[in-house]
């Protein structure tokens, strides 16, 4: 099955600056790469997603990157905000029979922005 | 709002016990998944239904079942609880199971062994 490895685990940045966090997945068939932003005792949230025929996606400050060879994908971040500070999950999603998916998630990455 | 309606938001119970959770999927979304998140864990998928049978069955354990009703609302029942399935458990639902769909999480329920 597919396995979703997400790095680093924990991110501080300064207000202002930048931040990227990346993922890696071994089903070279997914092909829909969403990311998810999860405040404190929230649900997860949709932020941006990228499907696997477009090699770079930005909304505002966020934007997503995916290298299908290397089959790996990024989302970042400019402009850091403290609002920004939450826990970050990408995931894949890789096809499954009848047409069904199975959506598999990273283990998350906590971002702090420091004022 | 996500239209993901779970109840309830929190539960106590005591070991040993049985507890169910509720999913009301988002108007017109036949697909609907289960996820369980410990303290400070990742999301971890449980089963997913698509309209009423079930698709995909994850890292679920037997004491745990899952249903989708022809509403297409789900129950996820757990049973003979046992301190560590204190977590979060989030419902969410698409479209169809189709990949690509987005996918849509509820608030979650709360869930406390003691």
């Known amino acids: 099955g597919e396995n979703v490895e997400q790095h680093p685990s924990t991110l501080s940045v300064q207000e202002g600056d930048s931040a990227v966090i990346k993922c890696t997945y071994s089903d070279s068939a997914s092909n829909y790469f969403p990311w998810y932003k999860q405040e404190l005792g929230k649900r997860p949230q949709l932020i941006i997603d990228i499907r696997s025929n477009v090699g770079e996606k930005k909304d505002q400050r966020i934007a997503v990157t995916l290298n299908k060879t290397a089959k790996h994908f990024s989302l970042h971040i400019t402009e850091t905000q403290p609002e920004d500070s939450a826990v970050y999950f990408c995931a894949a999603s890789s096809p499954l029979r009848f047409g069904n998916e199975k959506l598999t998630f990273g283990t998350g990455t906590r971002l702090t922005i420091i004022p | 709002d996500s239209g993901v309606t779970q109840t309830p938001k929190h539960l106590i119970t005591a070991t040993g016990q049985r507890v169910t959770l509720r999913c009301s999927p988002r108007?017109?979304?036949?697909?609907v998944y289960w996820y369980q998140q410990s303290l400070d864990q990742g999301l971890q998928f449980l089963i997913q239904?698509?309209?009423?049978?079930?698709?995909a069955k994850g890292n679920i354990l037997e004491r745990f079942s899952a249903q989708q009703f022809p509403d297409l609302h789900s129950e996820l029942n757990l049973s003979s609880l046992e301190l560590g399935d204190s977590a979060l458990y989030f419902c969410?639902?698409?479209?169809?199971?189709?990949?690509?769909?987005?996918?849509?999480f509820g608030e979650g329920s709360w869930l406390t062994v003691v």
């Open positions: 108007s017109g979304d036949l697909s």
């Open positions: 239904y698509y309209n009423g049978e079930e698709r």
């Open positions: 969410a639902s698409t479209r169809t199971a189709n990949s690509g769909n987005t996918i849509y």
